[in-house]
């Protein structure tokens, strides 16, 4: 029956509020005002009536936005106000699945307080119970099939509910209402513990005390999480850790650590209120601290690193076995080096079973991988460097986008990237694609996000870098395709998740990308007008003997920036080619003199290499970044002084740093110390991107790639734009390096500006 004076309001609230406790959220507020109608699911977000007195409803609209749950994401709650129809109650109705499907799908997300309270009470029924979660806290993108978010269409389908659970999940007033992968020790997951043949030796408790028994004993344990496997170690056990190193066939390159509390944290580490912040977050993130002294970690953990990488448990079973142990692990990636993440414990026992001593599983099917996501703090703001568990795929919104576009990202760091409406949702981080399991996994992606949103990609947008593995891959599917240009993305992906708009200048530092001509990028600078971008300047060039072969010889880099000002004078500096056997000069001299296997470059990352190999830090690097890194921490921040360099008029202007490389092999001779040296290097990049947004009267200046993950280089940068005046721009939440390609792409698709002139 309708009542006077009533009124009815259908709302649509779109945004990640499925699976955070959003349709009790809007019961409990419906009922407390006396409002009828319903509330449910849709493949586009959730959809609402309620009915009554007028006041009564706006008061409801208020406190919808004003209170809604806390990991609750609203992008739009558009209203309309109608008729009223006469409900008589209001109530939770079944998920509707007509309709395109736009809803945000929430990441991962790390146990939040009232769980870790209950996995910690004995008198509650899900004491240790490792998977336990509500609406706050638990896996989300790692098991969600397809929208709507319900547990029908999740990996949780396959474990039907125990009475008291079904009775939580059916109740509005409790927070495990509709939390799909609601499970408790009765009807749940189980956690079992392998041998690494795969054969199960204990289960439940059993196996968690097992397992911390065995890292006690300096084995290395394959840990199961949320979105996939970690090798754990004890993080203090020399032995244990390079046995690690040696199975994963991972050098020297940094291990993350987790810590059993923040305390613990704090007692190895200088740690800033941001970083806490981060630390303590639902995301969890691996953030990236200086290191205190007094540290009894093992000097494996990171050598040569000032820095060390720092996680909290972020899941119900990291907490238990983390409490158990009492001490730090090394937690890195269940996986070969460049390869992804292992998510399966029978491919486990394939993968990691040379690695692991034993593996610590569960039954809880993981859909796709997700790795732990990086970050740290650059000039007072959170940066991400790898974008997975937490954050993936929360979208970042593009306006002016209609028609669907999938981005295939690059070779390196590679991630995926979908545009629906002006969602545009990146994925979660796939690594290298060298390897068939890394891009079995990028594969897996490419379909995974349309599939899951229902849409048939109008557009795909790819690298012009015709031998990336994913420009081949895009290249070889139906519709229509773009290629665009990799430095140009770099710069489109920080406009995009900054929201600038042109005239502006982009600057583009990275180790390598396909140029326009034929060239290798990477010291770009670009003036992005609304309706044009020209590479207006760049570092000048110089030749790699052996091409990628140098990425790993730091001394490569170094002998063709020598070979580029000293000519074929350089074969009679015997000071200055000591790294090399005479056998190796013979063949790189044969290289450069007759410019075989020797491209031409424009790289910073390259420019930074040799910066390290001739400041005698490292000639040769066993992993990406490793000369570059080391230039960084060896630097002495009270150093004055700069390396001269000259701009040549042209078009495009080119920054000529022979003036630079001269003066650096004078200090050279001086024997004047590496962290000087180092020091002059960064002070001289900084200056050159100063002097190029004085020469074209630039007021914002866009950074990025990978170099500008680079704390000291880009801070500087950063304070040196700052007080002339202008607006500097750096990554916040995609990474500067290869990870936010696919944003860029997916920028250039739509934009006007998509051709560099």
């Known amino acids: 029956m309708k009542r006077t004076g009533i009124v009815r309001s259908r709302v649509q609230v779109r945004g990640a509020v499925q699976g955070v406790g959003f349709r009790p959220f809007v019961y409990r507020l419906a009922t407390e005002l006396s409002l009828r109608g319903w509330v449910n699911n849709s493949s586009q977000g959730v959809f609402l009536e309620v009915e009554g007195e007028a006041a009564q409803l706006r008061n409801f609209l208020s406190r919808l936005t004003n209170e809604k749950p806390p990991r609750a994401v609203i992008q739009s709650c558009e209203s309309v106000q109608l008729d009223a129809v006469g409900y008589e109650t209001f109530e939770i109705r079944e998920s509707e699945e007509s309709g395109g499907k736009t809803a945000l799908i929430l990441p991962d997300l790390a146990t939040c307080a009232d769980c870790l309270r209950e996995i910690l009470d004995p008198q509650d029924r899900r004491f240790r119970y490792p998977f336990t979660n509500c609406t706050n806290c638990g896996p989300r993108f790692s098991i969600i099939e397809a929208l709507p978010y319900d547990r029908a269409n999740t990996s949780m389908k396959k474990f039907a509910l125990c009475a008291e659970c079904e009775r939580e999940y059916r109740d509005p007033q409790d927070r495990r209402f509709h939390a799909e992968p609601i499970a408790c020790a009765r009807c749940g997951p189980q956690l079992q513990i392998w041998n690494s043949l795969g054969n199960g030796l204990d289960r439940g408790d059993a196996a968690l005390w097992r397992a911390a028994a065995e890292i006690r004993a300096g084995k290395v344990l394959a840990l199961k999480g949320i979105g996939g496997f970690q090798l754990l170690v004890d993080a203090r056990n020399d032995a244990a850790v390079q046995r690690l190193r040696q199975r994963k066939q991972r050098e020297e390159k940094p291990f993350a650590v987790m810590f059993p509390s923040f305390k613990t944290v704090a007692d190895y580490c200088e740690v800033s209120d941001l970083e806490e912040r981060l630390l303590k977050s639902p995301e969890a993130p691996i953030v990236l601290l200086g290191k205190s002294g007094g540290s009894d970690l093992s000097a494996r953990v990171s050598p040569g690193n000032p820095n060390l990488g720092a996680m909290l448990p972020s899941s119900p079973l990291h907490h238990l076995f983390l409490r158990e142990l009492g001490f730090p692990v090394v937690a890195t990636s269940g996986n070969l080096s460049d390869e992804p993440i292992c998510i399966d414990e029978r491919e486990a026992v394939e993968r990691l079973g040379r690695m692991a001593d034993f593996l610590l599983v569960h039954d809880r099917p993981i859909v796709r991988p997700v790795d732990d996501s990086i970050v740290r703090v650059m000039s007072e703001r959170s940066m991400m460097l790898r974008r997975a568990r937490g954050y993936a795929p929360l979208p970042v919104t593009l306006t002016g986008v209609e028609s669907a576009i999938l981005a295939v990202g690059a070779h390196l760091k590679n991630t995926v990237a979908l545009s629906v409406g002006e969602n545009v949702f990146v994925s979660q981080h796939h690594g290298d694609l060298s390897t068939k399991?890394?891009?079995?996994?990028?594969?897996?992606?490419?379909?995974?996000?349309?599939?899951?949103?229902?849409?048939?990609?109008?557009?795909?947008?790819?690298?012009?870098?015709?031998?990336?593995?994913s420009t081949k891959h895009a290249l070889q599917q139906p519709g229509e395709k773009i290629g665009v240009q990799h430095h140009w993305a770099h710069i489109a992906s920080c406009m995009a998740e900054n929201e600038i708009e042109p005239p502006l200048l982009g600057v583009a530092w990275d180790g390598t990308g396909y140029g326009t001509d034929g060239t290798i990028w990477g010291g770009e600078f670009f003036l992005v007008e609304r309706n044009s971008c020209r590479r207006a300047a760049h570092l000048r060039s110089f030749r790699l003997p052996g091409g990628d072969a140098a990425i790993k010889e730091p001394r490569r880099s170094a002998l063709g920036m020598l070979h580029e000002v000293l000519g074929e004078d350089l074969w009679k500096r015997g000071d200055l080619l000591a790294d090399f056997s005479g056998a190796e000069l013979k063949t790189l001299r044969g290289m450069l003199s007759r410019r075989v296997n020797s491209p031409v470059t424009s790289s910073?990352?390259?420019?930074?290499?040799?910066?390290?190999?001739?400041?005698?830090?490292?000639?040769?690097?066993?992993?990406?970044?490793?000369?570059?890194?080391?230039?960084?921490?060896?630097?002495?921040?009270?150093?004055?002084?700069?390396?001269?360099?000259?701009?040549?008029?042209?078009?495009?202007?080119?920054?000529?740093?022979?003036?630079?490389?001269?003066?650096l092999l004078d200090d050279r001779s001086k024997n004047v110390g590496a962290n000087v040296i180092a020091a002059r290097f960064h002070h001289l990049l900084a200056d050159v991107i100063v002097a190029v947004a004085r020469h074209f009267d630039e007021s914002k200046v866009v950074l990025s790639g990978g170099c500008f993950q680079n704390r000291y280089l880009t801070e500087r940068v950063i304070d040196r734009l700052r007080s002339e005046g202008r607006a500097p721009y750096w990554h916040q939440r995609v990474p500067p390096n290869d990870g936010g390609i696919a944003l860029g792409q997916v920028w250039l698709a739509r934009s006007p500006t998509r051709e560099i002139t």
Request: proline share 9%; charged share 20%; net charge negative.
């Open 604 to 663: 910073g990352g390259r420019l930074f290499d040799g910066a390290a190999a001739l400041a005698g830090l490292r000639p040769r690097s066993s992993f990406e970044g490793q000369a570059a890194m080391e230039l960084e921490f060896a630097l002495d921040p009270t150093t004055t002084g700069s390396y001269p360099f000259a701009l040549r008029q042209g078009h495009p202007v080119v920054i000529d740093w022979e003036p630079a490389l001269r003066a």
């Open 437 to 469: 399991e890394a891009h079995d996994a990028f594969t897996r992606s490419v379909t995974d996000l349309p599939r899951l949103y229902d849409v048939m990609p109008a557009l795909i947008v790819h690298d012009l870098h015709p031998e990336y593995l």
